[in-house]
């Protein structure tokens, strides 16, 4: 694994709102309820972390820091509930940054698509079958919203069907570039073709793993791609058997950016 070291900048209004040495003077200050303390801890003159600060400020659309006066302890400075924010924003954009740096040698992920490069990097699920794809069409029935979508290796589109009001809030529209995920129990293999409206897919057995109660195979379908399934141990099948595969439009849940 490579040691890199990834320096994050943010700019409002094309000066620099935070950048490291700023965001550990923030810190500083949260811990010593000081600002020459923190300028201390921070390794920097008093004048200079008072410079830093009021450059923030009047960048900052809400103050960061509140003055504390009298009081038992003769008073000091905090910060405000949006200068707690941003040190936390910050922390979430630092760990972004290195997982995507992290991708740049993991040729399989393209770096073409800003969905499937943040999935692979912040996304974990249960799930082992995600695909990406496109949305094709949208269809508005009785009560649900068919959302046909095209993946680069089928050559038929994959259907599935949710609520109209999870296509209003993934904001679906023609083109848009989605994630597919559909766990490996929910594909459903047939030895002749089932007489089902959508989501019949040839496919070929590529492999079988033996568990206790199951058997975890993988399929090729399309032009290559390779998907899980999960059936019984009681049925009997081999590798290069040709067979169907069904996927319930129910079963397929949908992510987008």
Same mark, same amino acid.
Not at 35 to 41: L, R, T, V
Not at 153 to 176: E, H, N
Not at 217 to 234: R, V, W, Y
């Given at each position: 694994?490579?040691?890199? %070291?990834?320096? #994050?900048?943010?700019? #409002? ?19 010593? !309820?000081?600002? *020459? /303390?923190?300028? =201390? ?6 004048? *200079? +972390?008072?410079?830093?600060?009021? +450059? ?5 659309? $809400? ?10 302890? !003769? !008073? !000091? ?24 740096? *992290?991708? #740049? ?34 269809? /508005? %029935? ?5 959302? %046909? ?16 009001? *999870? ?14 995920? $559909? ?8 030895? =002749? ?17 033996? /568990? ?5 195979? $993988? ?6 791609? /390779? ?8 049925? =009997? ?21």
């Amino acid at each position: 694994m490579l040691d890199s %070291e990834v320096l #994050l900048t943010i700019k #409002l209004h094309q000066q620099i709102f935070v950048d490291p040495k700023r965001i550990r003077l923030l810190r500083e200050i949260a811990k010593s !309820g000081s600002i *020459s /303390q923190a300028a =201390k801890n921070a390794k920097v003159s008093y004048k *200079s +972390a008072w410079d830093h600060l009021e +450059a923030m400020n009047s960048l900052s659309p $809400i103050p960061l820091l509140a003055r504390n006066t009298g009081g038992k302890n !003769g !008073g !000091g400075t905090t910060l405000t509930n949006y200068a707690k924010r941003l040190l936390k924003l910050y922390d979430l954009l630092e760990q972004t940054q290195h997982k995507a740096f *992290s991708i #740049l040698q993991d040729e399989q992920v393209p770096l073409d698509s800003q969905l499937s490069a943040t999935a692979r990097f912040s996304l974990q699920s249960s799930a082992r079958n995600q695909f990406f794809g496109t949305v094709k069409s949208l269809k /508005q %029935e009785s009560n649900h919203c068919a959302v %046909e979508i095209q993946l680069p290796l089928l050559d038929q589109p994959i259907t599935a069907f949710i609520t109209p009001q *999870s296509a209003l809030r993934l904001q679906l529209v023609l083109g848009k570039e989605v994630m597919l995920m $559909i766990k490996a129990p929910w594909i459903k293999l047939f030895a =002749k073709k089932p007489q089902k409206s959508c989501n019949v897919f040839h496919a070929l057995l590529s492999s079988a793993n033996q /568990q206790p109660n199951t058997k975890e195979i $993988i399929l090729t379908l399309g032009k290559g791609l /390779q998907c899980f399934a999960s059936i019984e141990n009681t049925v =009997k099948i081999q590798k290069n058997d040709q067979l169907f595969c069904y996927i319930d439009p129910e079963q397929i849940v949908l992510l987008t950016m």
